[in-house]
């Protein structure tokens, strides 16, 4: 059996690997490949391999844009589904039927939730479902974003976010969304948010340094102390843990649990604490979970 030599060449972010004979040198035009396969983890736009020779991806996920072109990429970007975005309301503690106290955060919803746009793979280059949330007035809005919004028949809303999904069937345009009818008690969301912004904090409080002694003649309590050496390498590296901005940032907090829906009241209650302050937007979609919504591999 014949010992084939796996080499490797890299372009535009992505790594390609390719399986030869002993016979072949890498120095050979693609066509002399007997297989190629590409490891990326997001879609592309343009074609990476525009080469007749045989390929060969061994990847779960495919769009109908790649398999055109011949490629079978992942893309790490989807959404297990369709969500929908609220309001935070605050926190509190939940009793369980067992009586097990749990730490719950409330969230409200305002009016929207409402698809304004269907994006497809033939006219953007993606499936997609655009949802608004947050009504405002006319005033409030661009001509630009009131144009958007009056295209699609819908009320002026403030927010516009879009859920990447593998399928967009069964959805269209002015369509509602609810909280109850994509989830239910039990079920598991990821959530994403604006962080509470701290300003500028020092190494202790944004990286969870050790302060020096207080006592014994020590000089340094909490400042930064060392960040690099002297003539080599002469620099500070880049990444370095140093004092700066803290907290405004978008983040997302997985696989946190339903606990409650309310229909009556309107709100819904999330296990654990979420981004921002009362009144902070959120985004909630449901939880990736490997091995039931995404591939293991």
Known sequence: MPITAPTSLAHGGCRYYHHSSPTTTPSLPLAKFSSLSLKCNFLSKTPLISH???????????????????????????????????????????FEPDGVVVPVTVVGFREGNIVTQIKTDSTDGYDAVQVGYRRVRDRKLTKPEMGHLEKAGVIPMRHLQEFRLQTIDGFEVGQKLTFEELFKEGDFVDVSGITIGKGFQGGIKRHNFKRGLMTHGSKSHRALGSIGAGTTPGRVYKGKKMPGRMGGTKTKIRKLKVVKVDSDLGVVMIKGALPGKPGNLLRFAPAKIVGKNIPKN
Request: aromatic letters at 6%; a positive charge; zero cysteines.
């Open 52 to 94: 007749p020779a045989t390929t060969q991806f061994h990847l779960p996920i495919t769009s109908p844009r790649n398999k055109k072109l011949g490629l079978s990429v992942v893309a790490m970007s989807f959404d297990a589904g369709v969500g929908v975005m609220g309001t935070k309301l605050g926190m509190m503690s939940f």
